[in-house]
């Protein structure tokens, strides 16, 4: 039990354009999501907490206006890249909460060229 | 200080060997603790969660030092399969709710 999945896998997009990356809990429902990104050989950086039904929660120096996440259901949470640019590359990770352990997405590699 | 730390090894032990590593934390608030393992370009995967009594799961044993503020795994017997980066990750009460906080991870490379 306890699977998330995260799609796509992987895209590779031009600069300026926008991403959208679902994140799905399939066997329980999560009122709580988090959204993390790694870039290589680093540890994961919570970006923010998706909360169903509500705004989500930023962390400090995350632009709210250019990752945009919506948590529309209780087995959904979406997080779009506005505007991609470069630097905006790099491994991002969907987790999901069941009671209080988290379950991660496969997770999204994202290459802004 | 960091709110988690880990040491980023990395840990190189032959095969069969006992490796331990530690975490400790800042927060005394802090209310849960757990243990990930997360393979190269892999998400993390939960190992273990780490309760206040301590707590075994075959080779692995994952200890809570609340007055020290600490948790640590310990492996026994390593097997290559073993091989990974091991994620220390505490639940921090913040704003009514609480936030998983991910130390940088110790990397272990068991060799043949």
């Known amino acids: 039990g306890a699977v998330v999945s995260q799609h796509p896998s992987w895209v590779i997009c031009k600069s300026g354009t926008s991403v959208k990356i679902e994140c799905r809990s399939l066997?329980?429902?999560?009122?709580?999501m988090f959204w993390y990104r790694q870039f290589p050989k680093q540890s994961l950086m919570l970006m923010a907490t998706?909360?169903?039904?509500?705004?989500?929660?930023?962390e400090q120096g995350v632009e709210k206006d250019k990752f945009l996440i919506n948590h529309a259901s209780l087995t959904l949470s979406t997080l779009t890249v506005t505007s991609a640019h470069p630097e905006d590359s790099s491994f991002y990770i969907c987790?999901?909460?069941?009671?209080?352990?988290?379950?991660f997405g496969p997770g999204t590699r994202l290459t802004v060229t | 200080r960091k709110e988690v730390e880990q040491d980023p090894g990395p840990f190189n032990v032959p095969e069969g060997a006992t490796v331990a590593f530690n975490c400790t934390y800042s927060?005394?608030?802090?209310?849960?603790f757990f243990w990930y393992r997360q393979d190269c370009r892999k998400e993390p995967k939960l190992l273990m969660s780490?309760?206040?009594s301590g707590n075994e799961d075959g080779r692995f044993t994952a200890q809570l030092n609340r007055a020290s503020q600490y948790i640590s795994l310990l492996i026994r017997d390593s097997k290559l399969s073993d091989s990974a980066t091991y994620l220390c990750?505490?639940?921090?009460?913040?704003?009514?709710?609480?936030?998983?906080?991910f130390g940088t991870g110790t990397r272990l490379k068991v060799l043949a």
């Open positions: 987790s999901a909460l069941n009671a209080y352990e988290q379950y």
């Open positions: 066997d329980f429902q999560a009122t709580t």
């Open positions: 998706s909360n169903e039904g509500s705004k989500a929660t930023y």
């Open positions: 927060n005394s608030a802090s209310q849960s």
């Open positions: 780490v309760y206040s």
């Open positions: 990750v505490v639940n921090i009460p913040t704003s009514g709710t609480y936030k998983y906080i």
